[in-house]
């Protein structure tokens, strides 16, 4: 099945083809084409994404990413045989212009359009093939346990099925990745903060300052990141008071340390409790070394227990991953809702 992905839920305008085949307990990706075009440049300014500057960067955007998509894919719309697009999380502007073209496409093609979660997304894209090694196939056992770090969410889930996915345990106020983002802007460092907090904290001491791990004792597997950004911020206010030049690598690797430990300390108990047979990493904080490195090493700690992780390319957002999110959806539909799968019943936001 030939399936584009259309992506469009924050601040990246992105396409993809892909070809999918195999049953719903272990599908196989084959990516034919992945164009993300980032905004970066047009929210930097601001220190955060404008939801309606997204928005009209997408509509500008979109017709020319859609065709260099296809053209890399040496793919004509007529083959196409199904339109996933994200409709649900995300900024609402921003997701109305993917969720339309693809509409348009599906009508104007009269093709099966399907709508899909952004988390589940992040999710599918641990099973994307490695693009050094084009025909890597990635073997998943359920139950598994995902945990999903972006720039707005913060998710443990508990996965029976690649179509029955529950959230376990969520954060109570910022996300990682935004958390990541604001100790960055707390530090002078440009939006996004998350890739340069990273990159500075590999030369820093992460035991230089003790940071607290939010939550780390509460019986559920919640989270909280809001109270390890506010000491980072009396941390800093602390230093300046005495005069002192800040260490931003050491305040980086500190801050990344107490995110780490907090984020890996929950996922090996969720993995715990519900006997997981492999964990599965996923959204823009999976593109984080320290995260990847420890979650792996403390995964191979328990028994009997794999880890999976996205290739670097599926880390932050793509379309990839939201093709082979519908083709997962697409396996699980009956024949009646597959008939139903069409332009007019899919809106974004929901
Ligand atoms: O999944 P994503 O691309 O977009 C959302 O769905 O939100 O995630 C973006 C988030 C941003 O907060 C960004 O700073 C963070 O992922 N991020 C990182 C790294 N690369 C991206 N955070 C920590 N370390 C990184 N290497
Ligand atoms: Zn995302």
Known sequence: MIILGIETSCDDTCVS?????????????????????????????????????????????????LKRTLRQSK?????????????????????????????????????????????????????LPNPKQKTEHKKIKFPAIGLIVSGGHTELVLIKSLNNIKIIGQTRDDAAGECFDKVGRLLGLPYPGGPRVARL?????????????????????????SGLKTAVLYLIQDLKNQKLQLPIADICASFQK??????????????????????????????????????????????????????????LDNAAMIAAAGYTKWLGLTLSQKKKADWKNIRAGT
């Open 201 to 225: 904290a590999e030369k820093g001491d992460p035991d230089k300052f003790n940071l607290p791990r939010p939550m780390i004792n509460s019986e559920n597997l919640d989270f909280s990141f």
């Open 17 to 65: 083809v892909i070809e999918a085949s195999g049953v719903l307990q272990q599908p196989r990706f084959k990516v034919l084409s992945n164009i993300i075009s980032s905004q970066i440049k047009t929210h930097a300014p601001f220190g955060g994404v404008m939801p309606s500057l997204a928005s009209r960067e997408h509509a500008k955007n979109i017709a020319p990413v």
């Open 258 to 315: 107490a995110a780490v430990e907090t984020l890996v300390f929950k996922t090996v108990a969720a993995a715990k409790k519900y006997n997981a047979k492999i964990v599965l990493l996923g959204g823009g904080v999976s593109a984080n070394k320290s995260l990847r490195k420890a979650i792996n090493d403390n995964i191979k700690n328990l028994n009997n227990v794999d880890f999976l992780m996205p290739p670097m390319p599926y880390t």
């Open 75 to 127: 793919t004509k719309l007529d083959n196409i045989n199904l339109i996933a697009a994200t409709t649900h999380p995300g900024l609402l502007p921003a997701l109305i212009i993917g969720v339309e073209s693809a509409k348009t496409l599906a009508w104007a093609k009269n093709k099966p359009i399907i709508g899909v979660n952004h988390l589940h997304g992040h999710i599918i894209a641990n099973l």
